[in-house]
């Protein structure tokens, strides 16, 4: 059974940089597409960004392009989320999280409650505040 787990998060000013991870107990995430969500108090789960297997390309929702990245060191067994420019509604609790397909499908952002169809790990606090 696939259990993914994030950590990196914390507390960063706005207009900061942090880095979250996201690896896998028991599993490596090689062969699977990953995705970051993100869920803010009061709202609906968000698509942030999902990455490849094979050939690592990206795709990010459209309030985070231009200052998240998403990489995989497959080495390492870890996806990374880099993320930059940062703005108090970046605060959020980030998953990551995959279906067990090796493709981004055309709807990857699109999750809905209770979100049990694919895997999640715990989630990381990220708060952007001064």
């Known amino acids: 059974q696939m259990q993914l787990v994030e950590s990196g998060g914390g507390l960063v000013q706005p207009g900061g940089s942090l880095k979250v991870s996201c690896t896998a107990s028991?599993?490596?995430?090689?062969?699977?597409?990953i995705s970051w969500f993100r869920q803010a108090p009061g709202k609906e789960r968000e698509g942030v960004s999902c990455?490849?297997?094979?050939?690592?390309?990206?795709y990010y929702g459209d309030s985070v392009k231009g200052r998240f990245t998403i990489s995989r060191d497959k080495g390492k067994n870890i996806v990374y989320l880099e993320m930059s420019s940062l703005k108090p509604e970046d605060t959020a609790v980030y998953y990551c999280?995959?279906?067990?397909?090796?493709?981004?499908?055309?709807?990857?952002?699109?999750?809905?409650?209770?979100?049990?169809?694919?895997?999640w790990g715990q989630g990381t606090q990220v708060t952007v505040s001064s």
């Open positions: 028991g599993e490596t995430l090689d062969y699977y597409a």
């Open positions: 990455i490849n297997s094979a050939n690592s390309k990206q």
């Open positions: 999280a995959t279906d067990l397909s090796s493709v981004c499908s055309s709807s990857w952002y699109a999750v809905s409650p209770p979100y049990d169809d694919d895997y």
